[in-house]
């Protein structure tokens, strides 16, 4: 009796396994496909009304091979960096680098260093940023360490004495710019020239070309002169420019973005963002919206704004919005225009400001031309009168900073950071912080304030603290960026290459399509060489692929080709433990066990050799983790990841299937058991 109780126990675990292991799946696949999921959920949720929860939609974080992207090359000139200071400071522009990358919403972006021999390079891989130039100018020049104290000075104006200065200077800019364009003139390559003397980082490296622009640009000259030229055409004289002196020679033409020209009617209400002259509750603001929108034809339009609408200034503009593209609007307002007809007026539309009724006047698909530029800058006002920016520049820089280290408050056990300067910053610091006692000294590394601790007394030892209750990890980190700035390393471009979204979709379809192959293939094989235990780990084999896929999508790991090529390798892994267990199974059968028996004894004895094989593997993917290039790395997570979830598949989904099933057959095993081992041969 106690042996039967036994036995239902023990039957009554695996049947939960049974439920554990398909819960496990239908889990797993929800994870990697949740926007097929949510489409069930929502049906069902609108059929039942379960309230049943909505999966979180995330995409898999492809790579620069598969999405499409930049790939830019930077080399490090440590020449006049002592060689002890070298890593560090390298470190420190791939970190300064990293921010500036996250800061403008690149996805998973990949920033690494490297070095050959004496040479420090600084890898920069953006998946998404298609534009090569776009991105050299996101990353931009050597990081600048600064400290800035408030600013004080009063606004003024030129003097005469700047006036003639600026006008002279100005004047020597215009002839250095035409003498310019006449060496191009005269049959120098413009590549070659802007190379030379292009006062435009971007320009100078690219050989003058600067991509495509809109008529968003900022100057509307440079557009126009584009828009009235040919393909090839230079400009016959510099164009003059706020900033400076422009040679141009125009590329090819594109189609751009939709451009929208509209005007609208503000109704805002009390609490509404940015109403200072609200007249009206939110309900009486929407009823007088609508009243207008009845009332509201083309040619009444701009008098209606004039009259009624709580923008500022539509009294003078009659409501006009101008010329906008995507991204420019809120997005209910982006929505509502966009997906009306040119000449339609619509509305009420609200946003955080109110009800809009709006009138879209014209669309049209903007042309976009390729340039290339010669810039040579003028001096401006704004370059000579001071600042009036909150901070103003002081002295003292990156350049006197000897160095940055985390150490801890002795007293309150408090991380801050220790800065010690040379004589001359010791001698400059002392000064600003003798004249700012009780202000505010702020610390900008890469033009934004990582730091502005209040003055408390002067200092004149030439040493700081920065306090700011930070953990180890942010103090680390602050320091590093305080090393990069007091360790300026300046970097050049020295090669760059952008990956199509189209050559990354293809590399992408035809990896999914070679790894669903060859699993079909594995499948087919396993189901008519292995006959019933090969069905068994066909069905081990979906369970894996789905889990892996989504604990790959969960870590966030970045799929490349090479992580591909990982996956579908460990595949041939996890097949291969099933192999072996299905050997060791006939082995056992050939030899007279029963049943039970020789399952037990299979997984037993096969184990052995299964975690021999993968823990060599694994090894070996530590080692290229460790020590490999990024597509190595790639290739190494994504096989270890997939050799321990093969290892769990085989051993534990397997063994609890077949375990399942050996029941429903008689003590000896037959031909669905034996596969390619003729029951004969017993």
């Given at each position: 009796?106690?042996?039967?109780?036994?036995?239902?126990?023990?039957?009554?675990?695996?049947?939960?396994?049974?439920?554990?292991?398909?819960?496990?799946?239908?889990?797993?696949?929800?994870?990697?496909?949740?926007?097929?999921?949510?489409?069930?959920?929502?049906?069902?949720?609108?059929?039942?009304?379960?309230?049943?929860?909505?999966?979180?939609?995330?995409?898999?974080?492809?790579?620069?091979?598969?999405?499409?992207?930049?790939?830019?090359?930077?080399?490090?000139?440590?020449?006049?960096?002592?060689?002890?200071?070298?890593?560090?400071?390298?470190?420190?522009?791939?970190?300064?680098?990293?921010?500036?990358?996250?800061?403008?919403?690149?996805?998973?972006?990949n920033v690494q260093t490297s070095k050959e021999g004496d040479t420090y390079r600084v890898l920069v891989e953006?998946?998404?940023?298609?534009?090569?130039?776009?991105?050299?100018?996101?990353?931009?020049?050597?990081?600048?360490?600064?400290?800035?104290?408030?600013?004080?000075?009063?606004?003024?104006?030129?003097?005469?004495?700047?006036?003639?200065?600026?006008?002279?200077?100005?004047?020597?800019?215009?002839?250095?710019?035409?003498?310019?364009?006449?060496?191009?003139?005269?049959?120098?390559?413009?590549?070659?020239?802007?190379?030379?003397?292009?006062?435009?980082?971007?320009?100078?490296?690219?050989?003058?070309?600067?991509?495509?622009?809109?008529?968003?640009?900022?100057?509307?000259?440079?557009?126009?002169?584009?828009?009235?030229?040919?393909?090839?055409?230079?400009?016959?004289?510099?164009?003059?420019?706020?900033?400076?002196?422009?040679?141009?020679?125009?590329?090819?033409?594109?189609?751009?973005?939709?451009?929208?020209?509209?005007?609208?009617?503000?109704?805002?209400?009390?609490?509404?963002?940015?109403?200072?002259?609200?007249?009206?509750?939110?309900?009486?603001?929407?009823a007088k919206a609508e009243e207008l929108y009845l009332e509201a034809t083309a040619n009444n339009f701009a008098d209606l704004a004039k009259q009624h609408s709580t923008e500022p200034g539509a009294d003078g503009t009659g409501g006009s919005l101008g010329t906008f593209r995507k991204g420019q609007?809120?997005?209910?307002?982006?929505?509502?225009?966009?997906?009306?007809?040119?000449?339609?007026?619509?509305?009420?539309?609200?946003?955080?400001?109110?009800?809009?009724?709006?009138?879209?006047?014209?669309?049209?698909?903007?042309?976009?031309?390729?340039?290339?530029?010669?810039?040579?800058?003028?001096?401006?006002?704004?370059?000579?009168?001071?600042?009036?920016?909150?901070?103003?520049?002081?002295?003292?820089s990156g350049k006197q900073l000897e160095r940055a280290e985390v150490v801890t408050d002795q007293q309150t056990g408090q991380i801050q950071i220790s800065l010690v300067f040379d004589s001359e910053g010791g001698a400059l610091f002392k000064d600003i912080t003798e004249r700012n006692i009780g202000k505010q000294v702020a610390i900008f590394l890469d033009g934004s304030v990582i730091s502005a601790p209040v003055v408390q007394q002067a200092i004149t030892d030439g040493r700081a603290v920065i306090t700011g209750g930070f953990d180890l990890a942010e103090a680390r980190l602050l320091s590093q960026r305080l090393n990069a700035g007091a360790l300026p390393v300046p970097v050049n471009l020295v090669s760059q290459q952008t990956v199509g979204p189209t050559l990354g979709a293809a590399s992408l379809d035809a990896s999914l399509r070679a790894g669903l192959i060859g699993m079909i293939l594995v499948m087919v094989f396993m189901i008519i060489y292995y006959r019933l235990p090969g069905c068994i780990s066909v069905i081990s084999l979906v369970i894996y692929t789905a889990l892996t896929l989504a604990l790959l999508k969960r870590i966030g790991v970045t799929l490349t080709l090479a992580g591909i090529a990982g996956f579908i390798l460990s595949i041939g892994m996890a097949v291969d433990a099933n192999v072996l267990i299905f050997e060791r199974l006939k082995e056992e059968l050939k030899d007279g066990k029963s049943l039970k028996s020789a399952v037990e004894e299979g997984f037993v004895r096969a184990w052995t050799s299964i975690r021999d094989g993968n823990v060599s593997t694994l090894l070996t993917c530590a080692l290229l983790m460790f020590f490999g290039s990024s597509f190595v790395k790639g290739f190494a997570i994504t096989l270890g990841i997939g050799i321990l979830v093969s290892m769990f598949s085989a051993i534990t989904i397997t063994r609890i299937m077949l375990r399942f099933v050996v029941p429903w057959f008689k003590e000896q095993g037959n031909i669905l058991f034996l596969g390619a081992q003729k029951s004969s041969e017993l």
């Amino acid at each position: 009796m106690a042996r039967h109780t036994i036995k239902q126990q023990l039957r009554s675990k695996i049947r939960w396994g049974i439920v554990g292991i398909f819960a496990l799946l239908f889990l797993s696949l929800a994870y990697d496909m949740p926007t097929q999921f949510n489409r069930v959920i929502h049906t069902i949720n609108n059929t039942v009304a379960l309230g049943l929860p909505i999966i979180p939609e995330k995409d898999f974080a492809l790579g620069l091979d598969l999405q499409g992207g930049a790939h830019l090359i930077y080399e490090a000139d440590t020449a006049d960096i002592d060689p002890s200071d070298r890593p560090v400071a390298v470190e420190g522009v791939r970190d300064v680098i990293e921010r500036r990358v996250n800061g403008i919403g690149v996805g998973e972006p990949n920033v690494q260093t490297s070095k050959e021999g004496d040479t420090y390079r600084v890898l920069v891989e953006l998946p998404g940023v298609t534009d090569v130039h776009a991105a050299i100018a996101m990353i931009g020049e050597t990081p600048i360490l600064e400290f800035r104290e408030e600013n004080t000075v009063p606004p003024r104006e030129l003097t005469v004495e700047e006036q003639k200065s600026m006008e002279a200077y100005n004047t020597d800019v215009k002839k250095r710019a035409t003498d310019i364009l006449a060496r191009v003139t005269a049959g120098e390559v413009f590549e070659a020239v802007a190379k030379d003397t292009s006062e435009d980082t971007q320009s100078s490296i690219n050989g003058g070309d600067i991509g495509f622009i809109g008529s968003n640009v900022v100057f509307p000259e440079i557009y126009n002169w584009a828009a009235s030229a040919s393909e090839g055409d230079i400009t016959a004289r510099p164009i003059e420019t706020a900033t400076g002196f422009e040679i141009l020679k125009r590329g090819g033409e594109r189609g751009g973005e939709v451009e929208v020209t509209a005007s609208h009617i503000l109704i805002c209400y009390l609490g509404a963002q940015d109403c200072t002259n609200a007249l009206y509750t939110k309900d009486e603001a929407r009823a007088k919206a609508e009243e207008l929108y009845l009332e509201a034809t083309a040619n009444n339009f701009a008098d209606l704004a004039k009259q009624h609408s709580t923008e500022p200034g539509a009294d003078g503009t009659g409501g006009s919005l101008g010329t906008f593209r995507k991204g420019q609007m809120v997005p209910a307002f982006e929505e509502a225009i966009f997906s009306a007809q040119a000449g339609e007026i619509i509305g009420p539309v609200e946003t955080e400001f109110g009800f809009h009724v709006i009138y879209k006047q014209s669309e049209e698909e903007a042309v976009e031309y390729q340039l290339s530029r010669i810039f040579v800058a003028k001096q401006t006002p704004e370059s000579i009168l001071p600042s009036q920016d909150p901070w103003m520049l002081t002295a003292l820089s990156g350049k006197q900073l000897e160095r940055a280290e985390v150490v801890t408050d002795q007293q309150t056990g408090q991380i801050q950071i220790s800065l010690v300067f040379d004589s001359e910053g010791g001698a400059l610091f002392k000064d600003i912080t003798e004249r700012n006692i009780g202000k505010q000294v702020a610390i900008f590394l890469d033009g934004s304030v990582i730091s502005a601790p209040v003055v408390q007394q002067a200092i004149t030892d030439g040493r700081a603290v920065i306090t700011g209750g930070f953990d180890l990890a942010e103090a680390r980190l602050l320091s590093q960026r305080l090393n990069a700035g007091a360790l300026p390393v300046p970097v050049n471009l020295v090669s760059q290459q952008t990956v199509g979204p189209t050559l990354g979709a293809a590399s992408l379809d035809a990896s999914l399509r070679a790894g669903l192959i060859g699993m079909i293939l594995v499948m087919v094989f396993m189901i008519i060489y292995y006959r019933l235990p090969g069905c068994i780990s066909v069905i081990s084999l979906v369970i894996y692929t789905a889990l892996t896929l989504a604990l790959l999508k969960r870590i966030g790991v970045t799929l490349t080709l090479a992580g591909i090529a990982g996956f579908i390798l460990s595949i041939g892994m996890a097949v291969d433990a099933n192999v072996l267990i299905f050997e060791r199974l006939k082995e056992e059968l050939k030899d007279g066990k029963s049943l039970k028996s020789a399952v037990e004894e299979g997984f037993v004895r096969a184990w052995t050799s299964i975690r021999d094989g993968n823990v060599s593997t694994l090894l070996t993917c530590a080692l290229l983790m460790f020590f490999g290039s990024s597509f190595v790395k790639g290739f190494a997570i994504t096989l270890g990841i997939g050799i321990l979830v093969s290892m769990f598949s085989a051993i534990t989904i397997t063994r609890i299937m077949l375990r399942f099933v050996v029941p429903w057959f008689k003590e000896q095993g037959n031909i669905l058991f034996l596969g390619a081992q003729k029951s004969s041969e017993l």
